[in-house]
Nanobody, 124 residues
Framework: QVQLVESGGGVVQAGGSLRLSCAASGVTFSTYNMAWFRQAPGKEREFVASITWGGSSTDYADSVKGRFTISRDNANNRVYLQMNTLKSEDTAVYHC?????????????????WGQGTQVTVSS
């Protein structure tokens, strides 16, 4: 049984920081490309950041570049999202996702597994 479990969400003031974590089980984690997506109420799910299976390549949405950092720990089957200088528009449910194929990592379509998500609320 494959599971992706996010944690670390919460309520933070604008300008603050949060670190999200996603723990994977039931998969050979080091062979999966990982990503974070987010979905705000009434909006479509959007790409936030991705990291390739070995961690050598990362990518970010323009809206979070310079503020968010994705990383992974293959020894402990975890991927992280460090979020700094948070803004009210970052408020959303954040999901981690896993994909074997290294193709169109920006697109939510084609990911093999998804977590349930963790709520991030940024108050202004």
């Amino acid at each position: 049984q494959v599971q992706l479990v996010e944690s670390g969400g919460g309520v933070v003031q604008a300008g603050g920081s949060l670190r999200l974590s996603c723990a994977a089980s039931g998969v050979t984690f080091s062979t999966y490309n990982m990503a974070w997506f987010r979905q705000a109420p009434g909006k479509e799910r959007e790409f936030v950041a991705s990291i390739t299976w070995g961690g050598s390549s990362t990518d970010y949405a323009d809206s979070v570049k310079g503020r968010f950092t994705i990383s992974r720990d293959n020894a402990n089957n975890r991927v992280y999202l460090q979020m700094n200088t948070l803004k009210s528009e970052d408020t959303a449910v954040y999901h981690c996702a896993a994909r074997r194929r290294m193709y169109r990592l920006h697109s939510a379509d084609g990911y093999d597994y998804w977590g349930q998500g963790t709520q991030v609320t940024v108050s202004s």
